[in-house]
């Protein structure tokens, strides 16, 4: 069975063509007008060994706003539709990653309950042209499309690259193995017996 969703999105900002696959190789293929979402997104890719393919366009005339939520929203959608009904998932996934002298640590739940609890002080407020605030509407965008339960934490660090990449790492690492398939799991892993 593969496991993989596809996604198209346009609208008047922004035109995404999105195909995420759960079970892949760290493959990323990626056309996206912001260069340093692009290096996030390979990082996600590659250390939590799915394989991804993005074409993304959008205003960056204006800002990285409308691009960086948008492909955040077609990655949660592309997710959920990836995993389906969830049957012998493991369904939890945490990871605690350190990148320098930064340490985050990233904790989700599959859960069909979308939120986002963020606490990571992001130094600067740009990373060269990328408003760093934006970090934060991907993941949030992210986390609502994909009725995830997202915990993201920052327990120190003082450059805000080395915090945003280790933030998009552990994201990775603790969302493949959320997404590994347990053998022992029968059906959902929920005594309600459903997580939709």
């Known amino acids: ?19 995420f696959d759960v ?14 979402l692009s290096h996030m ?6 250390h939590g060994l799915f394989n991804l393919k993005v074409s993304g366009k959008g205003d960056v005339e204006v800002d990285d706003h409308h691009l960086t939520e948008d492909i955040g929203i077609c990655l949660g959608q592309a997710l959920r539709e990836a995993i389906g009904d969830k049957q012998g998932m493991k369904r939890y996934g945490s990871m605690i990653l350190p990148m320098d002298e930064a340490l985050v640590t990233v904790a989700l739940d599959l859960s069909d309950r979308p939120h986002l609890e963020w606490h990571a002080d992001i130094p600067s407020e740009k990373i ?3 408003d760093t605030e934006n970090v934060h509407e ?12 997202l915990h993201i934490v920052v327990h120190h ?16 690492r603790a969302l493949d193995e959320a997404t590994e398939i347990d053998p022992r799991v029968e059906g959902v892993p929920s005594t309600k017996g459903s997580l939709s």
Not at 25 to 33: D, F, H, I, P
């Open 128 to 130: 060269g042209t990328f």
């Open 23 to 36: 079970d892949g190789k760290g493959k990323a293929e990626l056309e996206v007008q912001v260069p340093f």
């Open 157 to 172: 660090g003082h450059n805000s690259h080395h915090i945003t990449e280790a933030m998009f790492k552990a994201f990775g």
């Open 138 to 149: 991907f993941f949030w965008k992210l986390a609502l499309e994909a009725r995830m339960n």
């Open 1 to 19: 069975m593969t496991r993989s969703g596809s996604i198209m999105r346009k609208t008047r900002e922004t035109d995404i063509d999105l195909q």
């Open 41 to 46: 997104l390979e990082l996600f890719t590659k």
